[in-house]
């Protein structure tokens, strides 16, 4: 049987993604469009935990398409691990009589409200918003193109200083465990070599790999690495090893860091949001539950929650195998 949804609260969480405020825009409106009440959860399950919700109406998210970060704020939260926490949480639910959940953010974010909807079978929604872009099921998380412009555009300038000084730059980017952010921004930023934590490319491949620029007349490179990338050194080791390897190189390190996940989002996130968002809705109007909402091919989808929790997305071979095409 067809739950009856009336009341739906809103949360964002994990790391903030340029585009959530679009997300929360795009959701608080289409509750509003098919007269449903909604409420909006600050600071992620912490706000949830304390009962920190506000209800919400329309005019609540105007002038916020445009701006980063999330209105909602966002935490990653420690205690909505523990079944205590939980129970807190939907204490606070039941409180405010809210009949559905929708959860912005990453895949940590969508680990905790799978548990926390199998516990209590609770009405729940994902919208993915990471600018890791790791989220299994969809092409496209919101913040993943803004941020990967962000850091193409750091790429870019550092470029000019590294050609006017004949330098190695290793810059790192975001991205503990996924490479989706280095591969795109180190691709568009024409990097040398790109190192990110799904693939081992061997650091010997590297130093080959910089020698052999060096004798096609190169005489300046950059190298992207994603924080969590799989030599087992920090950036700043890696440059010092591979200046200790190859003299002829004058090593410098960039670390873009969290300006990644700020400033305006872009067109395409705006647009992914204000999608992903009305879709959430409409999906829990239509008797959803356990879902995220996505994108595969342009098309928006509705997918199990599972999908995107328990499988790890795929980095795409074909990136990889260009790299070196590129840069002979
Ligand atoms: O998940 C997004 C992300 O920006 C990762 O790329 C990064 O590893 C992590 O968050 C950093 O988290 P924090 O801001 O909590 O240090």
Redo the contacts with the bound molecule.
């Keep these: 049987m067809k739950r009856k949804i009336e009341k739906i609260a809103l949360l964002t969480s994990?790391?903030d993604a340029p585009g959530m405020n679009a997300a929360i825009r795009a959701v608080v409106r289409a509750a509003a469009y098919y007269e449903k009440e909604i409420y909006g959860i600050y600071r992620g399950y912490e706000g949830l935990i304390e009962g920190d919700i506000e209800r919400f109406g329309p005019r609540k998210v105007s002038n916020i398409i445009n701006r980063g970060g999330t209105i909602l704020k966002s935490a990653?939260s420690k205690e909505f691990r523990t079944p205590e926490g939980r129970k807190k949480a939907y204490e606070n639910l039941k409180k405010y009589e809210i009949d559905a959940l929708v959860v912005i953010g990453?895949d940590g974010s969508f680990r905790g409200m799978k548990v926390f909807s199998d516990e209590y079978d609770f009405p729940v929604m994902g919208i993915p918003a990471?600018?890791?872009n790791d989220i299994n099921g969809t092409d496209y998380s919101i913040g993943f193109d803004t941020a990967s412009n962000t850091a193409m555009e750091a790429i870019d300038k550092i470029r000019d200083t590294a050609s006017s000084h004949d330098r190695l730059f290793f810059i790192e980017v975001?991205?503990?465990d996924a490479g989706f952010l280095a591969l795109h921004s180190g691709i568009a930023g024409g990097a040398e070599d790109i190192l990110i934590p799904e693939e081992d490319r061997g650091i010997n491949e590297l130093l080959e790999s910089l020698r052999r620029s060096k004798r096609s007349g190169k005489t300046s490179s950059i190298v992207v690495v994603a924080?969590g990338d799989k030599t087992g050194k920090n950036v700043f080791e890696l440059a010092r090893y591979v200046e200790n390897n190859l003299k002829e190189y004058e090593v410098r390190v960039v670390i873009i860091g969290?300006i990644q996940?700020g400033g305006s989002p872009t067109t395409f996130d705006r647009v992914l949001a204000s999608r992903l968002g009305v879709k959430a809705v409409e999906a829990l109007l239509d008797g959803e539950n356990k879902k995220v909402t996505g994108m595969r091919k342009n098309e928006i989808i509705v997918y199990p929650l599972e999908e995107a929790t328990t499988k790890t997305k795929k980095i795409n071979q074909e990136l990889i195998r260009i790299i070196d095409i590129l840069t002979v």
Excluded: L, P, V, Y
């Design positions: 994990g790391g990653r990453g990471t600018i890791d975001m991205g503990r924080e969290h996940r």
